[in-house]
């Protein structure tokens, strides 16, 4: 890495890191200290700006690096990782996102405890998306280590660890003195520098193959060294039938886990109607699915002018495809162009890993304050004391999500991503589900479908080979392997819903009718909604 290199990376994150900091000081000067302020920012954004603001949300660092890093390494394989990021929006905004706008608060415990007993719902809702949460937190954290340390030459722990520590105390300052309003502005900033920067690079590659994606396809399964197969099924998932259903329980995780993330949820009630909710949902998808479609370009693109081998001497999982090939489409690492293009796309991966954890912060402190804090007090001291709750839960969530990201630096932290929606499908999309749309769900079936699908989702990842029995694995030195499969979604989800169910029929507790039909009529008209 070029000296040139380190000082445009260093200059574009200090102006991305200054203009967002501007940003939360100007919110915070406007803010009124309400609930539904530092919640929900006032629900004033409209349709458009919270559509950014949730494919800022949602397209994360892995997604802007990891996809394309898997394409130019699995080709075809690879791709589907951005089908089912892209099919999993289907999922929310035809089963979610009009209902929980219609029927919640700030959570997803608001939507559940609207038909049950409060206190044991709100706790394990509660507990469960703090979970999800810091999970999806140490790997933003970890990428963000990562990634300076190969800006800055430097991938020894000093460098990793300022760096963990730096973004963490920045996500702190965003949720603590922003709140909703300073975490949407920076997502929709992040948004659109991410969008920007993706079609910089997908016109340069379109351009060096003439506009002719038949003629980039071709070339870069030439380069792979696999010919026509890097073009077809089973390269990475084929080779037995492990992983052939180790990709049907990460796809599913992947599908279904979305619609049950709390940061995405929490998005929906920022908006001033259900109605706004849709649309919101509609832009994010029309953003969502256009970069996705940019990944496909920049991964074969990847593969095709650096090609496969350059690409693993790099980063073995893929994770720096898209820097490298920035800087090669700039004129080469040793040109101006290339250095510049290099540092713009590092700085729009810094960027990207700042936005997504601000959001994450915000959601798992407001599940602390909201439905964890708030379970145990009075309902009359609860607004007076809620967002001082959550801005010191997210001065604790940060100071957790250092010190394991500071433990994990040095660890394969890729599973934390789909371990985060695997526990999302498996204890909050069943509950969330059956609370919408089961008359007869109870309380103990809300308690056991959280608890039942969290539970079995970090027990099985633990005796997975993710964690020990393999050389790739967390702790390779020891072996407590049980479990075939690295994604738990498979049997996880299924148990999620099974122990709702089953937690509904052996329940002694009538379901309440009149609160379901209560619910129903909110959730559909949005009669009654806040």
């Known amino acids: 890495m070029t000296t040139e290199h380190q000082i445009l990376a260093l200059i574009l994150f200090s102006l991305f890191i200054a203009v967002t900091l501007g940003i939360t000081t100007w919110v915070s000067r406007n803010r009124h200290g309400s609930a539904e302020e530092f919640y929900a920012g006032g629900r004033l954004f409209s349709p458009m700006e919270n559509g950014f603001a949730i494919a800022g949300d949602y397209m994360s660092a892995a997604s802007f690096l990891g996809i394309s890093g898997l394409i130019a390494l699995f080709g075809y394989d690879g791709l589907l990782y951005s089908v089912g990021f892209l099919v999993a929006w289907l999922v929310v905004l035809f089963l979610v996102a009009e209902l929980v706008r219609n029927c919640g608060r700030f959570t997803l415990a608001d939507v559940v405890a609207a038909r049950m007993n409060e206190r044991p719902v709100r706790i394990a809702a509660g507990a469960s998306s703090v979970t999800v949460s810091v999970l999806y937190l140490v790997a933003q954290m970890v990428g963000a280590g990562s990634l300076v340390g190969l800006l800055l030459g430097d991938s020894g722990t000093a460098a990793r660890t300022l760096t963990v520590i730096g973004v963490g105390a920045l996500m702190v300052v965003y949720v603590s003195f922003g709140g909703m309003r300073a975490t949407t502005w920076i997502q929709i900033v992040k948004a659109v520098l991410l969008m920007g920067g993706a079609v910089t690079l997908t016109v340069l590659v379109l351009l060096r193959f003439h506009g002719d994606f038949g003629q980039l396809l071709t070339s870069a399964a030439e380069r792979s060294g696999h010919g026509l197969r890097f073009l077809s099924p089973g390269l990475k998932y084929g080779a037995d039938w492990t992983s052939r259903f180790d990709f049907m329980s990460l796809g599913l995780a992947l599908v279904l886990g979305t619609a049950g993330l709390p940061h995405i949820l929490s998005r929906f009630y920022t908006v001033p109607t259900a109605r706004a909710a849709r649309r919101s949902v509609v832009w994010a998808i029309a953003l969502i699915g256009g970069f996705y479609l940019m990944t496909i370009v920049l991964g074969f693109g990847a593969a095709a002018l650096l090609g496969p081998d350059q690409v693993r001497a790099s980063n073995a ?85 250092i010190a394991l990201g500071l433990l994990a630096q040095d660890l394969n932290v890729a599973f934390l991503v789909g371990l985060a929606f695997a526990v999302a499908a498996s204890a909050n999309l069943p509950v969330l589900l059956y609370s919408l749309f089961w008359r007869g769900f109870t309380t103990r079936g809300a308690v056991w479908s959280v608890y039942g699908g969290l539970v079995p989702a970090v027990v099985l990842v633990v005796l997975s080979p993710v964690v020990s029995g393999s050389p790739d694995s967390l702790f390779p030195g020891v072996s407590f392997q049980f479990f075939p499969l690295q994604n738990p979604g498979l049997v996880s989800i299924p148990l999620g819903f099974l122990a709702g169910w089953m937690g509904t029929v052996t329940s002694a507790e009538e379901a309440d009718e009149a609160k379901y039909a209560e619910t129903e009529v909110r959730s559909l008209t949005g009669a009654g909604a806040v």
């Open 317 to 401: 999982s893929g994770n720096t495809a898209v820097p490298l090939l920035a800087a090669f489409l700039g004129g080469g690492a040793e040109s101006t162009g290339g250095a510049v293009l290099f540092a713009f796309v590092a700085a729009i991966a810094f960027a990207t890993i700042l936005a997504v954890v601000a959001g994450i912060t915000l959601a798992s402190s407001a599940s602390v304050a909201h439905d964890l804090y708030a379970s145990l007090k009075r309902r009359h001291a609860r607004q007076r004391s809620e967002v001082a709750v959550a801005r010191v839960a997210a001065v604790g969530i940060g100071a957790v999500a």
